[in-house]
Protein backbone atom coordinates (compact mmCIF):
# COMPACT_ATOMS: atom_id res chain seq x y z
CA UNK A 1 0.00 0.00 0.00
CA UNK A 2 1.13 3.53 -0.60
CA UNK A 3 -0.40 6.63 0.87
CA UNK A 4 -0.20 10.09 -0.02
CA UNK A 5 -0.50 13.32 2.25
CA UNK A 6 -1.52 17.05 0.98
CA UNK A 7 1.70 19.14 1.57
CA UNK A 8 -0.42 22.10 -0.07
CA UNK A 9 -2.97 22.67 3.01
CA UNK A 10 -1.86 22.72 6.56
CA UNK A 11 -2.12 19.75 8.94
CA UNK A 12 -0.63 18.68 12.54
CA UNK A 13 -0.21 15.26 12.97
CA UNK A 14 -3.63 14.30 15.02
CA UNK A 15 -5.24 15.78 11.68
CA UNK A 16 -3.24 14.50 8.77
CA UNK A 17 -4.55 12.39 6.53
CA UNK A 18 -3.31 9.44 5.07
CA UNK A 19 -4.49 9.08 1.17
CA UNK A 20 -4.46 5.07 0.36
CA UNK A 21 -3.03 4.27 -3.32
CA UNK A 22 -3.07 0.99 -3.89
CA UNK A 23 -0.32 -0.74 -5.35
CA UNK A 24 1.30 -3.95 -7.12
CA UNK A 25 4.98 -3.72 -5.89
CA UNK A 26 6.16 -5.79 -3.65
CA UNK A 27 6.17 -4.51 0.07
CA UNK A 28 10.41 -4.27 0.97
CA UNK A 29 12.15 -2.88 3.44
CA UNK A 30 15.03 -1.24 4.03
CA UNK A 31 15.18 0.05 0.27
CA UNK A 32 16.07 3.03 -1.68
CA UNK A 33 13.54 5.71 -2.92
CA UNK A 34 15.64 7.85 -5.77
CA UNK A 35 13.49 10.99 -6.98
CA UNK A 36 13.75 12.02 -10.35
CA UNK A 37 12.73 15.67 -10.48
CA UNK A 38 13.02 16.23 -14.46
CA UNK A 39 10.84 13.75 -15.00
CA UNK A 40 8.26 13.96 -12.04
CA UNK A 41 8.70 10.42 -10.86
CA UNK A 42 10.71 8.57 -8.00
CA UNK A 43 11.87 4.90 -8.01
CA UNK A 44 11.91 2.11 -5.13
CA UNK A 45 15.28 0.60 -5.46
CA UNK A 46 16.74 -2.79 -3.36
CA UNK A 47 15.09 -3.65 -0.37
CA UNK A 48 14.22 -7.34 1.78
CA UNK A 49 10.79 -9.10 2.16
CA UNK A 50 8.85 -7.41 5.11
CA UNK A 51 8.12 -9.30 8.23
CA UNK A 52 4.67 -8.51 7.96
CA UNK A 53 3.63 -9.30 4.86
CA UNK A 54 3.81 -13.36 3.98
CA UNK A 55 5.89 -14.14 1.06
CA UNK A 56 7.08 -17.16 -0.56
CA UNK A 57 9.97 -16.55 -1.51
CA UNK A 58 12.02 -12.78 -2.87
CA UNK A 59 10.36 -11.35 -5.85
CA UNK A 60 12.65 -11.43 -9.22
CA UNK A 61 14.95 -7.92 -8.42
CA UNK A 62 13.48 -5.22 -10.07
CA UNK A 63 13.00 -1.21 -9.91
CA UNK A 64 9.63 0.08 -9.29
CA UNK A 65 8.56 3.68 -10.78
CA UNK A 66 5.66 5.80 -9.80
CA UNK A 67 4.38 8.31 -11.69
CA UNK A 68 2.42 10.78 -9.85
CA UNK A 69 -1.08 12.58 -10.78
CA UNK A 70 -2.90 15.09 -8.97
CA UNK A 71 -4.01 13.75 -5.82
CA UNK A 72 -2.90 10.44 -6.56
CA UNK A 73 -0.39 8.16 -8.85
CA UNK A 74 0.46 4.34 -9.79
CA UNK A 75 3.68 2.16 -9.31
CA UNK A 76 4.76 0.19 -12.62
CA UNK A 77 7.86 -2.12 -12.82
CA UNK A 78 10.60 -0.45 -14.92
CA UNK A 79 11.67 -2.74 -18.04
CA UNK A 80 14.98 -2.82 -18.92
CA UNK A 81 16.32 -4.44 -22.69
CA UNK A 82 18.28 -7.91 -22.21
CA UNK A 83 21.55 -5.77 -22.63
CA UNK A 84 21.13 -3.67 -19.86
CA UNK A 85 23.57 -3.99 -16.77
CA UNK A 86 20.79 -4.75 -14.59
CA UNK A 87 20.14 -8.01 -15.06
CA UNK A 88 23.66 -8.70 -13.88
CA UNK A 89 22.58 -6.94 -10.31
CA UNK A 90 21.36 -8.30 -7.84
CA UNK A 91 19.20 -7.24 -5.13
CA UNK A 92 20.71 -6.00 -1.70
CA UNK A 93 18.89 -4.47 1.82
CA UNK A 94 20.07 -1.84 4.06
CA UNK A 95 22.41 0.12 2.19
CA UNK A 96 23.02 3.74 2.12
CA UNK A 97 20.95 5.59 -0.43
CA UNK A 98 20.67 8.88 -1.83
CA UNK A 99 19.58 10.61 -5.24
CA UNK A 100 20.25 13.96 -7.13
CA UNK A 101 21.56 14.97 -10.47
CA UNK A 102 19.53 12.86 -12.09
CA UNK A 103 21.50 9.68 -10.55
CA UNK A 104 20.41 7.35 -7.76
CA UNK A 105 22.91 6.54 -5.29
CA UNK A 106 23.00 2.55 -3.98
CA UNK A 107 26.12 2.16 -1.51
CA UNK A 108 27.12 -1.46 -0.06
CA UNK A 109 24.04 -3.10 1.52
CA UNK A 110 23.51 -7.07 1.96
CA UNK A 111 22.05 -10.08 0.69
CA UNK A 112 20.15 -12.74 2.65
CA UNK A 113 17.14 -14.71 2.16
CA UNK A 114 14.97 -12.06 2.07
CA UNK A 115 16.48 -10.81 -0.82
CA UNK A 116 17.53 -14.00 -2.70
CA UNK A 117 16.23 -17.56 -3.27
CA UNK A 118 18.13 -20.01 -1.52
CA UNK A 119 20.31 -17.92 0.28
CA UNK A 120 20.70 -18.68 3.75
CA UNK A 121 23.41 -16.91 5.44
CA UNK A 122 23.82 -12.83 5.12
CA UNK A 123 26.38 -11.64 2.92
CA UNK A 124 27.77 -8.36 2.80
CA UNK A 125 27.59 -6.39 -0.45
CA UNK A 126 30.50 -4.52 -1.67
CA UNK A 127 30.62 -1.26 -4.23
CA UNK A 128 28.56 1.75 -5.35
CA UNK A 129 25.89 1.04 -7.74
CA UNK A 130 24.57 4.19 -9.88
CA UNK A 131 21.36 4.45 -11.99
CA UNK A 132 21.47 7.23 -14.52
CA UNK A 133 17.57 8.32 -14.57
CA UNK A 134 17.67 9.62 -18.22
CA UNK A 135 19.84 7.41 -20.17
CA UNK A 136 18.54 4.53 -17.85
CA UNK A 137 22.56 3.67 -18.07
CA UNK A 138 23.82 1.34 -14.82
CA UNK A 139 27.31 1.77 -13.12
CA UNK A 140 28.94 -1.04 -10.73
CA UNK A 141 32.14 1.49 -9.18
CA UNK A 142 34.58 0.25 -6.57
CA UNK A 143 34.14 1.32 -2.59
CA UNK A 144 37.43 -0.21 -1.87
CA UNK A 145 38.31 3.92 -0.87
CA UNK A 146 35.59 3.92 1.84
CA UNK A 147 36.37 0.90 3.57
CA UNK A 148 38.69 -1.81 3.27
CA UNK A 149 36.56 -4.26 1.65
CA UNK A 150 34.11 -1.83 -0.33
CA UNK A 151 31.55 -3.04 2.11
CA UNK A 152 28.66 -0.55 3.78
CA UNK A 153 25.41 -1.19 5.67
CA UNK A 154 22.71 1.08 7.38
CA UNK A 155 23.89 4.44 7.12
CA UNK A 156 23.05 7.50 5.72
CA UNK A 157 24.23 9.62 2.39
CA UNK A 158 23.86 12.91 0.82
CA UNK A 159 24.31 14.19 -2.71
CA UNK A 160 25.72 17.44 -2.46
CA UNK A 161 25.14 19.73 -5.70
CA UNK A 162 27.28 22.93 -4.87
CA UNK A 163 30.90 21.29 -4.62
CA UNK A 164 33.07 19.43 -7.08
CA UNK A 165 33.04 19.70 -11.04
CA UNK A 166 29.49 17.64 -10.66
CA UNK A 167 28.49 17.02 -7.03
CA UNK A 168 29.52 15.19 -4.42
CA UNK A 169 28.08 12.01 -2.39
CA UNK A 170 28.86 12.35 1.10
CA UNK A 171 28.51 9.08 3.56
CA UNK A 172 27.53 9.57 6.87
CA UNK A 173 27.50 7.10 9.87
CA UNK A 174 26.51 2.60 9.01
CA UNK A 175 29.24 0.40 9.94
CA UNK A 176 31.55 -0.32 7.47
CA UNK A 177 34.12 -3.47 7.51
CA UNK A 178 33.91 -6.65 10.09
CA UNK A 179 30.55 -4.44 11.68
CA UNK A 180 32.50 -1.88 13.22
CA UNK A 181 30.85 1.55 13.30
CA UNK A 182 32.42 3.78 10.67
CA UNK A 183 33.55 6.66 12.86
CA UNK A 184 32.27 10.79 12.58
CA UNK A 185 35.65 12.22 13.11
CA UNK A 186 35.70 12.50 9.20
CA UNK A 187 33.28 12.44 6.67
CA UNK A 188 33.91 9.99 3.80
CA UNK A 189 33.51 11.97 0.21
CA UNK A 190 32.63 10.25 -3.75
CA UNK A 191 33.42 12.39 -6.51
CA UNK A 192 31.18 11.54 -9.40
CA UNK A 193 33.82 12.86 -12.17
CA UNK A 194 36.99 11.28 -11.21
CA UNK A 195 35.61 8.70 -8.75
CA UNK A 196 37.58 8.93 -6.43
CA UNK A 197 36.99 8.60 -2.48
CA UNK A 198 38.78 10.62 0.27
CA UNK A 199 37.72 12.06 3.73
CA UNK A 200 37.73 15.27 5.54
CA UNK A 201 37.97 15.89 9.11
CA UNK A 202 35.26 17.84 10.93
CA UNK A 203 34.88 19.90 14.09
CA UNK A 204 32.16 21.08 15.95
CA UNK A 205 29.61 18.90 18.37
CA UNK A 206 29.56 15.99 15.92
CA UNK A 207 27.03 12.73 16.30
CA UNK A 208 27.92 9.36 17.71
CA UNK A 209 28.81 6.93 15.52
CA UNK A 210 25.66 5.14 14.47
CA UNK A 211 23.25 2.69 12.23
CA UNK A 212 20.09 3.54 10.50
CA UNK A 213 19.72 7.30 11.34
CA UNK A 214 17.98 9.88 8.75
CA UNK A 215 19.74 12.76 6.57
CA UNK A 216 18.59 15.40 5.00
CA UNK A 217 20.37 18.48 2.75
CA UNK A 218 19.16 21.77 2.25
CA UNK A 219 21.51 24.70 0.01
CA UNK A 220 22.48 27.48 2.72
CA UNK A 221 21.37 31.00 2.08
CA UNK A 222 25.47 31.89 1.73
CA UNK A 223 26.95 29.57 -0.47
CA UNK A 224 26.59 27.35 1.90
CA UNK A 225 25.22 23.60 1.75
CA UNK A 226 23.95 22.44 5.26
CA UNK A 227 23.62 18.01 5.82
CA UNK A 228 20.66 17.21 9.14
CA UNK A 229 21.64 14.29 10.99
CA UNK A 230 18.43 13.02 12.56
CA UNK A 231 18.67 9.66 15.00
CA UNK A 232 20.54 6.30 14.74
CA UNK A 233 20.92 3.20 16.82
CA UNK A 234 24.63 3.18 19.02
CA UNK A 235 25.00 -0.42 19.24
CA UNK A 236 24.85 -1.95 22.91
CA UNK A 237 24.44 1.78 24.41
CA UNK A 238 20.45 2.89 25.50
CA UNK A 239 22.39 6.27 26.60
CA UNK A 240 23.97 6.99 23.25
CA UNK A 241 20.99 5.58 21.55
CA UNK A 242 18.63 8.35 23.53
CA UNK A 243 21.24 11.13 22.51
CA UNK A 244 20.84 10.59 18.97
CA UNK A 245 17.20 12.32 19.35
CA UNK A 246 18.91 15.34 19.04
CA UNK A 247 19.05 16.71 15.51
CA UNK A 248 22.92 17.67 14.02
CA UNK A 249 23.66 19.81 10.89
CA UNK A 250 26.81 19.50 9.04
CA UNK A 251 27.66 22.73 7.04
CA UNK A 252 29.49 22.70 4.12
CA UNK A 253 32.43 24.16 3.29
CA UNK A 254 33.27 24.52 7.26
CA UNK A 255 32.91 20.67 7.82
CA UNK A 256 31.60 21.95 11.17
CA UNK A 257 28.97 20.28 13.18
CA UNK A 258 26.32 21.86 15.46
CA UNK A 259 24.04 20.27 17.46
CA UNK A 260 20.41 20.85 18.58
CA UNK A 261 20.34 23.29 21.88
CA UNK A 262 17.85 20.06 23.43
CA UNK A 263 18.08 17.23 25.70
CA UNK A 264 15.82 14.69 24.23
CA UNK A 265 13.69 11.88 26.03
CA UNK A 266 14.34 9.27 22.93
CA UNK A 267 16.24 7.82 20.58
CA UNK A 268 14.87 6.90 16.71
CA UNK A 269 16.44 4.92 14.27
CA UNK A 270 15.03 2.99 11.19
CA UNK A 271 12.79 5.93 10.83
CA UNK A 272 12.84 8.38 7.26
CA UNK A 273 13.13 12.01 6.75
CA UNK A 274 12.55 14.27 3.80
CA UNK A 275 12.85 18.01 3.37
CA UNK A 276 9.07 19.71 2.52
CA UNK A 277 7.68 22.73 2.85
CA UNK A 278 11.09 24.99 2.16
CA UNK A 279 12.26 24.51 5.93
CA UNK A 280 10.99 21.78 7.64
CA UNK A 281 11.79 17.95 7.75
CA UNK A 282 9.49 15.43 7.96
CA UNK A 283 10.22 12.90 9.88
CA UNK A 284 8.16 9.22 9.61
CA UNK A 285 8.20 5.70 11.73
CA UNK A 286 10.85 4.01 13.46
CA UNK A 287 12.13 2.18 16.25
CA UNK A 288 11.76 4.48 19.13
CA UNK A 289 13.52 3.92 22.37
CA UNK A 290 13.44 5.90 26.15
CA UNK A 291 15.56 5.61 29.38
CA UNK A 292 13.22 2.15 30.66
CA UNK A 293 13.68 0.30 26.87
CA UNK A 294 15.52 -3.10 27.17
CA UNK A 295 18.84 -2.37 25.57
CA UNK A 296 19.14 -6.13 24.47
CA UNK A 297 16.46 -5.82 21.87
CA UNK A 298 14.33 -3.92 19.53
CA UNK A 299 11.07 -3.48 20.86
CA UNK A 300 9.67 0.35 20.10
CA UNK A 301 7.76 2.14 23.05
CA UNK A 302 4.45 3.62 22.13
CA UNK A 303 5.30 6.68 19.98
CA UNK A 304 5.25 9.96 21.33
CA UNK A 305 3.84 11.37 18.15
CA UNK A 306 1.04 10.87 16.79
CA UNK A 307 0.76 9.03 14.04
CA UNK A 308 4.51 8.60 14.08
CA UNK A 309 4.88 11.79 12.40
CA UNK A 310 7.10 14.60 13.45
CA UNK A 311 7.88 18.00 11.88
CA UNK A 312 11.23 19.89 12.52
CA UNK A 313 12.03 23.39 11.33
CA UNK A 314 15.46 23.04 10.14
CA UNK A 315 16.34 26.92 10.51
CA UNK A 316 14.91 27.67 14.03
CA UNK A 317 16.10 23.61 14.76
CA UNK A 318 13.26 22.82 17.05
CA UNK A 319 10.40 20.07 16.66
CA UNK A 320 7.14 20.67 16.08
CA UNK A 321 3.43 19.03 15.56
CA UNK A 322 1.88 20.95 12.65
CA UNK A 323 2.91 21.23 9.00
CA UNK A 324 3.35 24.50 7.41
CA UNK A 325 2.28 25.45 3.54
CA UNK A 326 3.62 28.65 3.70
CA UNK A 327 6.97 28.54 5.66
CA UNK A 328 9.41 30.81 4.90
CA UNK A 329 12.36 30.36 2.76
CA UNK A 330 15.26 27.95 4.71
CA UNK A 331 17.74 30.49 6.27
CA UNK A 332 20.97 29.39 7.65
CA UNK A 333 20.44 28.24 11.16
CA UNK A 334 22.05 30.96 13.78
CA UNK A 335 24.48 28.43 15.49
CA UNK A 336 26.33 27.66 11.98
CA UNK A 337 26.04 31.34 10.62
CA UNK A 338 27.89 32.45 14.01
CA UNK A 339 30.56 29.65 13.43
CA UNK A 340 31.55 31.18 9.82
CA UNK A 341 31.32 34.99 11.70
CA UNK A 342 34.02 33.72 13.74
CA UNK A 343 36.20 31.19 11.93
CA UNK A 344 35.37 32.44 8.30
CA UNK A 345 34.62 29.47 5.35
CA UNK A 346 37.07 27.09 5.24
CA UNK A 347 38.24 24.32 7.60
CA UNK A 348 41.84 22.99 7.92
CA UNK A 349 41.78 20.75 4.21
CA UNK A 350 42.77 17.08 4.89
CA UNK A 351 44.35 16.83 1.77
CA UNK A 352 44.84 18.69 -1.80
CA UNK A 353 41.88 16.54 -3.49
CA UNK A 354 38.92 17.48 -0.72
CA UNK A 355 40.05 21.43 -0.80
CA UNK A 356 40.03 21.04 -4.73
CA UNK A 357 36.60 20.08 -4.99
CA UNK A 358 35.74 22.82 -2.35
CA UNK A 359 37.36 25.83 -4.34
CA UNK A 360 36.23 24.82 -7.61
CA UNK A 361 32.98 26.06 -8.77
CA UNK A 362 30.36 23.08 -9.05
CA UNK A 363 28.69 23.01 -12.66
CA UNK A 364 25.58 22.65 -11.17
CA UNK A 365 25.99 26.05 -9.26
CA UNK A 366 26.53 28.16 -13.00
CA UNK A 367 23.91 29.97 -14.58
CA UNK A 368 21.02 27.77 -16.45
CA UNK A 369 22.70 27.57 -19.76
CA UNK A 370 25.81 25.83 -18.32
CA UNK A 371 24.30 23.63 -16.30
CA UNK A 372 24.75 19.85 -18.23
CA UNK A 373 21.35 18.17 -18.30
CA UNK A 374 21.01 14.10 -17.76
CA UNK A 375 21.12 13.59 -20.85
CA UNK A 376 24.39 14.80 -21.84
CA UNK A 377 26.62 14.86 -18.72
CA UNK A 378 30.26 13.12 -17.54
CA UNK A 379 30.70 9.66 -18.89
CA UNK A 380 31.33 7.25 -15.83
CA UNK A 381 32.81 3.91 -16.47
CA UNK A 382 32.13 0.98 -17.61
CA UNK A 383 28.56 2.29 -19.69
CA UNK A 384 27.70 5.17 -21.50
CA UNK A 385 26.92 8.15 -19.57
CA UNK A 386 25.91 10.09 -16.53
CA UNK A 387 25.16 13.58 -16.15
CA UNK A 388 24.57 15.79 -13.58
CA UNK A 389 21.49 18.50 -12.73
CA UNK A 390 20.36 20.25 -9.34
CA UNK A 391 18.84 18.90 -7.26
CA UNK A 392 15.84 20.06 -4.47
CA UNK A 393 16.20 19.59 -0.86
CA UNK A 394 12.59 18.49 -1.36
CA UNK A 395 13.18 15.36 -2.98
CA UNK A 396 15.31 13.91 -0.77
CA UNK A 397 14.20 10.13 0.19
CA UNK A 398 15.16 7.90 2.91
CA UNK A 399 14.06 4.06 4.11
CA UNK A 400 11.72 3.06 6.70
CA UNK A 401 11.43 -0.09 8.79
CA UNK A 402 8.56 -0.88 6.30
CA UNK A 403 9.80 0.84 3.51
CA UNK A 404 10.67 4.01 2.36
CA UNK A 405 9.51 7.93 2.43
CA UNK A 406 10.04 10.43 -0.39
CA UNK A 407 8.63 13.36 -1.51
CA UNK A 408 6.50 13.54 -4.83
CA UNK A 409 7.14 16.43 -7.29
CA UNK A 410 3.50 17.43 -6.77
CA UNK A 411 1.87 18.45 -3.66
CA UNK A 412 1.93 15.28 -2.33
CA UNK A 413 4.18 13.40 0.39
CA UNK A 414 4.39 9.40 -0.65
CA UNK A 415 4.93 7.08 1.63
CA UNK A 416 5.90 3.83 -0.16
CA UNK A 417 4.62 0.32 1.85
CA UNK A 418 3.99 0.29 5.52
CA UNK A 419 4.52 2.68 8.51
CA UNK A 420 6.58 1.21 11.08
CA UNK A 421 3.83 0.07 13.91
CA UNK A 422 4.12 1.87 17.38
CA UNK A 423 5.43 -1.64 18.41
CA UNK A 424 7.98 -4.01 17.49
CA UNK A 425 6.10 -6.75 15.12
CA UNK A 426 5.69 -9.82 16.46
CA UNK A 427 8.18 -12.41 14.26
CA UNK A 428 9.88 -9.88 12.31
CA UNK A 429 13.86 -9.64 13.18
CA UNK A 430 15.14 -7.34 14.56
CA UNK A 431 17.14 -5.25 12.23
CA UNK A 432 18.56 -2.36 14.44
CA UNK A 433 20.88 -5.30 15.34
CA UNK A 434 23.95 -5.53 12.70
CA UNK A 435 26.22 -7.79 14.05
CA UNK A 436 27.40 -9.52 10.38
CA UNK A 437 30.93 -9.73 9.96
CA UNK A 438 32.43 -10.16 6.52
CA UNK A 439 32.59 -13.49 5.39
CA UNK A 440 35.29 -15.05 3.74
CA UNK A 441 35.95 -13.25 0.40
CA UNK A 442 34.74 -16.88 -1.51
CA UNK A 443 31.50 -15.82 -0.13
CA UNK A 444 31.44 -12.28 -1.41
CA UNK A 445 30.28 -11.06 -4.10
CA UNK A 446 32.95 -9.59 -6.49
CA UNK A 447 33.21 -6.25 -6.36
CA UNK A 448 33.80 -4.16 -10.02
CA UNK A 449 37.26 -2.08 -9.52
CA UNK A 450 37.30 1.44 -11.87
CA UNK A 451 39.46 0.68 -14.54
CA UNK A 452 42.70 2.72 -14.71
CA UNK A 453 42.64 5.83 -16.33
CA UNK A 454 45.43 7.11 -18.66
CA UNK A 455 44.52 10.21 -17.97
CA UNK A 456 42.29 12.53 -16.03
CA UNK A 457 41.31 14.51 -18.68
CA UNK A 458 38.75 11.16 -20.00
CA UNK A 459 36.35 12.01 -17.32
CA UNK A 460 36.35 15.63 -17.81
CA UNK A 461 33.08 17.60 -19.24
CA UNK A 462 33.43 18.36 -22.89
CA UNK A 463 31.73 21.61 -23.40
CA UNK A 464 30.46 22.93 -26.76
CA UNK A 465 30.53 26.22 -28.56
CA UNK A 466 26.50 26.44 -26.68
CA UNK A 467 28.08 26.13 -22.97
CA UNK A 468 26.25 23.03 -22.59
CA UNK A 469 28.29 19.29 -21.61
CA UNK A 470 28.26 17.12 -24.59
CA UNK A 471 27.71 13.34 -24.48
CA UNK A 472 31.12 11.72 -25.00
CA UNK A 473 31.81 9.53 -27.71
CA UNK A 474 32.31 5.52 -26.80
CA UNK A 475 35.93 5.60 -27.50
CA UNK A 476 36.73 8.41 -24.62
CA UNK A 477 35.59 6.28 -22.06
CA UNK A 478 38.30 4.34 -20.71
CA UNK A 479 37.80 0.61 -19.83
CA UNK A 480 39.56 -2.47 -19.31
CA UNK A 481 38.58 -5.55 -19.77
CA UNK A 482 38.74 -7.75 -15.74
CA UNK A 483 38.12 -11.46 -14.88
CA UNK A 484 34.89 -12.16 -13.90
CA UNK A 485 35.84 -12.42 -10.16
CA UNK A 486 37.13 -8.35 -10.36
CA UNK A 487 32.75 -7.25 -11.10
CA UNK A 488 30.37 -7.37 -8.42
CA UNK A 489 27.64 -9.64 -10.25
CA UNK A 490 24.42 -11.69 -9.10
CA UNK A 491 25.68 -14.72 -10.66
CA UNK A 492 29.74 -14.05 -11.09
CA UNK A 493 28.93 -12.94 -14.71
CA UNK A 494 30.80 -9.74 -15.75
CA UNK A 495 29.16 -5.75 -15.97
CA UNK A 496 30.54 -5.39 -19.58
CA UNK A 497 28.90 -2.75 -21.87
Known sequence: ????????????????????????????????LWADEQHNRFYAYDGSLSGVISNPSPPLNSLWQFIPFENTGHWKSHDFPASSN?????????????????LGFALGGSQDSGTTVDLEQ????????????????????????????GVALGGGAQFVPNFGTAGLLFVLGGTATNGHLAGTDVVYIFDLISQQWSTQGVTGTKPQPATAPCVVGVQGDDSTYEIFWYGGRVEGDLDGTISEGAVYVLSLPSFNWQ??????????????????????????????????????NDDSIQDPWEQAIGVFDLTAMEWRDDYDPHAASYVTPDAVKDHYRKNGREPAWSNDVVKGWFTKTSLT???????????????LAPTSSAGSSGTHAGAIAGGTVGGVAGLSLTAFLILYSIRRQRHHRNGEPAHGKLTAAVP????????????????????????DGSDKASEMAQKEVATSE?????RRSSGGDQISK
Open 122 to 149: EILVPGLVMYNMSSEAWYNISALGYSPT
Open 86 to 102: FSILGRATNGLYASGGG
Open 259 to 296: KQNSTPETGRYFHSCSVVGNRQMLAVGGIVRNASSDIQ
Open 1 to 32: MTYAIDLSSSWNNQTVLLHAIRSQAPVLKNQA
Open 365 to 379: QTNSTTVPGPDSGPA
Open 482 to 486: LPADE
Open 440 to 463: DLEYQQPEYRKPELTAVGNMKLEM
